[in-house]
């Protein structure tokens, strides 16, 4: 049995993380929360030359996506933190995943809030939000949206966990994957 897996999308500073932590207190069914800022922080923290740094960004992405197929695929659920900010990350995704299990939720912010945040949170490039939000909702497709500017992520927990036993069919998931496989990517 595959696990079903939440996929939080949205830029940095959005609120999936806080919306992840919500989710684990509501949802019924036990969720692993596997935030990719989680694999970043596995790294080791000597400096990486420029040259390098893409490649190993590269490689890190890769592995977070097979790392969260792989235990969706032992049968955990599992809720992801991600920010699809590079159009490869979401074909990786879509080749990766059981489709039918997969519940896509966009987490949306205004630009002025992500920016509050940034600069609150101090970890954060200024800017970083604002540089990823053209890319980050690009696909258009969700299963359900959420938008944290407003809404708490308690709040928007209890949206997706009230969601999910009327998930649609196909999911969003299945219908990007048809449209990549219609395409050719």
């Given amino acids: ?81 991600h920010v699809l900010s590079e159009e490869w990350r979401l074909a990786d995704c879509l080749g990766l995943f059981e489709p039918r299990e997969v519940v896509l939720v966009g987490v949306r912010c205004s630009p002025e ?6 600069r609150e949170r101090g970890d954060r490039p200024a800017g970083l939000a604002a540089r990823q939000y053209g890319q980050v909702h690009a696909h258009g497709v969700y299963d359900l949206e959420c938008d944290t500017t407003t809404t708490s992520a308690a709040d928007c927990a209890r949206a997706i966990a009230a969601f999910l036993p009327h998930r649609p069919s196909p999911t969003a998931f299945e219908r990007l994957r048809a449209t990549a496989e219609a395409s050719g990517r």
């Fill in 1 to 81: 049995m595959y696990g079903r897996i939440i996929f939080l999308n949205g830029t940095s500073s959005s609120g999936k993380s806080s919306i992840a932590r919500e989710l684990l207190h509501v949802l019924d069914e036990p969720y692993f929360h596997m935030p990719v800022d989680a694999f970043h922080r596995m790294r080791t923290g000597r400096e990486i030359g420029a040259d390098r740094l893409p490649d190993v960004l590269h490689r890190t992405w890769r592995g977070y996506h097979r790392a969260v197929a792989g235990m969706a695929a032992a049968g955990n659920n599992v809720v992801v933190d």
């Fill in 113 to 118: 809030e992500t920016e509050r945040r940034e």
